[in-house]
């Protein structure tokens, strides 16, 4: 099992805002990163570090983190940001470098 | 541009060696700043990271697949491999391959393949 959590499911209007978390110990120590996939495609990396955005994401992506907490807000979400996130983090607890968070089925109504 | 590609067999008898390689192009796996690490996705299910390789050869696994999984690169070829022994159908996956980048504050996987489907059966 992850020991990042995610919300499995998450829905929200066309135009509005959402935000979705990820919660891990690990957070405290370690920002995440945060990775869009549609189906039959690989991941995307969409956020990384405190907020950054890899060239030809769109600016309604970001990111931000309090305590044990990170969060993904799209702002102003489009049809085309209906897909599955990830978050991904160092591991603090020493067993292994890398760890996934469960994912979040995105829908966009 | 950065390409990673996978390659291997897509169909694995139980109790096998499952076999993958990825080839990468476009930039040099003898990076400093990168490993190189599989990842692998169960049909309708997460992301599970199974293990990575620097380019000097250091490793690093998942512990629960430590016992079966070994991960080389080849920095000659700019490859680098994956061999997970002992196989059942809960390996059935799809595979990718993917760049890491590590800093002290994070880690974060900026590049992936295509991904390749593997499945475990007789």
């Known amino acids: 099992s992850s020991e990042l959590t995610q919300d499995p499911a998450v829905s929200v209007a066309l135009g509005q805002t959402v935000r979705i978390a990820c919660q891990g110990d690990?957070?405290?120590?370690?920002?995440a990163s945060w990775y869009q996939q549609k189906p039959g495609q690989p991941p995307v990396l969409v956020i990384y570090?405190?907020?950054n955005r890899p060239s030809g994401i769109p600016d309604r992506f970001s990111g931000s983190s309090s305590g044990n907490t990170a969060s993904l807000t799209i702002t102003g979400a489009q049809a085309e940001d209906e897909a599955d996130y990830y978050c991904n983090s160092r591991d603090s607890s020493g067993n292994h470098p890398v760890e996934f968070g469960g994912g979040t089925k995105l829908t966009v109504l | 541009q950065l390409q990673l590609q996978e390659s291997g067999p897509g169909l694995v008898k139980p109790s096998e060696t499952l076999s993958l390689t990825c080839t990468v192009s476009g930039g040099s796996i003898n990076n400093s700043n990168y490993y190189w690490d599989w990842i692998r996705q169960p049909p309708g299910r997460g992301l599970e990271w199974i293990g990575g390789v620097y380019y000097r050869g250091s490793t690093y696994y998942k512990p629960s697949l430590k016992s079966r999984v070994t991960i080389s690169v080849d920095t000659s070829k700019n490859q680098f491999s994956l061999k997970l022994n002992s196989v059942t159908a809960a390996d059935t996956a799809v595979y990718y391959c993917?760049?890491?980048?590590?800093?002290?504050?994070?880690?974060?996987?900026?590049?992936w393949g295509q991904g390749t489907p593997v499945t475990v059966s007789s």
């Open positions: 570090g405190k907020n």
């Open positions: 690990s957070l405290r120590s370690y920002f």
């Open positions: 993917a760049r890491r980048y590590v800093i002290w504050s994070g880690a974060h996987f900026d590049y």
